[in-house]
């Protein structure tokens, strides 16, 4: 009796399948260098709030500091980050080309900012504003990321179209922003409200529309969930509501009262929508025993849908500013929401071997979160004493060392491969 034949290998099958492992390879490259980018951010960041306690700045102004802070924490971890996440469930060697673009303009941006801001930097004979040229540069490769995408959203799945058709659109509304802060700051008008308008509708937008979005997205597409009627009207409703949200983050005493109510109508609608999107993402999560890591990103996003409803309250956001609260809101967005999104979004990609040390990193970001609330006013003084600033330091390096043991094993991992 003869044994059953083997079955046949089909070569193309087989073509596809090592094409497909060199292009995740590859998109998990620009993840392992958006990582160093954040490592590098976090650290500036580490040192922006150790100077003062310590009395050494190293001859560095410390706002130039922050600006090389929040630019690479954008540019070079952010922007290449969902680049990658992006390239590789778009099949997109164009995206992930530009991922790596992203992450050199960045990475070259980088030591103008953290030595002269804004200002001008001497170049040979010539003063040039190096940081704003490649800032520029980082804005033009996000109307190619949008025209990369218009191209190739067709192979989008169902349940990350909506949220990422959303992510890019905002994406580009909010450069609007960035272009209106350099008209505003060569024609220097009398009202402040035009270069906080400017400023908020840039980073606002870049923060809650792209991020939140984009991540919102992917959870979407690994829960499954994008049968639910109630998160597809609440979609709608956030996207539409978003863009005008950045005016709560303009201080009230700028804002035109008509445009006030504007601003807290777009804060509530955000606000509702979100929390319809939330509810829909964690039913299904409920109905998983695989995606855990998504619940500490969705909880970020839960106070910041809760934070949106209190701005848009006058006497909450006006007590919420009073408070010193924005610092932590901010946080609670970037590093709970945005950045753990991402952590949560590459392990749904390309499984746990992309985010080793995920739990870590977890707590880290928690370490931080919390270490900022005795910088606040709702934070009982009589409690405050020396070991307040040791432990905002503490807090500070705890994601960055967790993020490079990450790096390093994913480079062990990488070497060994």
Wanted: aromatic content about 12%; glycine content about 12%.
């Amino acid at each position: 009796m003869s044994s059953p034949s083997a079955p046949a290998i089909d070569p193309e099958s087989k073509s596809t399948a090592s094409v497909r492992g060199r292009q995740t390879s590859q998109s998990m490259a620009v993840w392992l260098g958006a990582l160093l980018c954040f490592v590098l951010a976090g650290s500036t960041g580490a040192f922006f709030r150790a100077a003062p306690w310590f009395g050494w700045t190293a001859g560095f102004d410390l706002g130039n500091v922050r600006h090389a802070h929040s630019h690479l924490m954008y540019f070079g971890w952010v922007m290449p980050a969902a680049m990658a996440i992006l390239a590789t469930h778009l099949s997109s060697r164009r995206i992930r080309t530009l991922g790596w673009a992203t992450l050199w303009l960045a990475a070259l941006s980088y030591p103008p900012f953290f030595l002269y801001g804004y200002g001008m930097a001497t170049v040979g004979s010539m003063q040039l504003p190096l940081s704003v040229i490649l800032a520029t540069a980082n804005l033009l490769a996000w109307y190619v990321l949008a025209g990369f995408y218009v191209m190739e959203r067709g192979k989008a799945p169902d349940a990350a179209r909506g949220f990422w058709d959303g992510a890019v659109g905002l994406l580009v509304l909010s450069s609007i922003g960035a272009w209106g802060l350099g008209v505003v700051q060569a024609i220097r008008p009398e009202s402040s409200f035009w270069f906080a308008a400017a400023l908020h509708l840039f980073l606002d937008l870049f923060a809650h529309g792209w991020i939140l979005l984009f991540v919102l997205g992917c959870a979407a597409l690994a829960l499954d969930s994008s049968a639910s009627l109630l998160l597809r009207w609440s979609r709608r409703l956030l996207i539409g509501a978003v863009p005008f949200t950045f005016v709560l983050s303009i201080p009230p005493s700028l804002v035109p009262p008509s445009l006030n109510v504007v601003g807290a109508l777009g804060g509530l609608f955000a606000g509702i929508g979100a929390l319809g999107v939330l509810v829909a993402l964690l039913r299904a999560w409920g109905q998983r025993d695989d995606g855990g890591f998504w619940l500490p990103g969705l909880i970020a996003f839960l106070v910041v849908a809760l934070a949106w409803i209190g701005m848009s309250i006058p006497d909450v956001g006006a007590w919420g500013l009073d408070a010193g609260l924005r610092i932590p809101y901010l946080h609670i967005l970037l590093l709970g929401g945005a950045t753990l999104g991402l952590w949560s979004a590459a392990r749904a990609t390309w499984g746990p071997g992309a985010t080793p040390g995920h739990g870590l990193f977890v707590v880290a970001s928690v370490l931080l979160l919390v270490s900022l609330w005795p910088l606040t006013g709702i934070f009982p003084g009589a409690w405050r004493g020396s070991w307040v600033m040791r432990a905002v330091l503490a807090g500070a390096a705890a994601p960055v060392l967790a993020a490079v043991y990450t790096v390093v094993r994913l480079g062990v991992t990488a070497r060994s491969t």
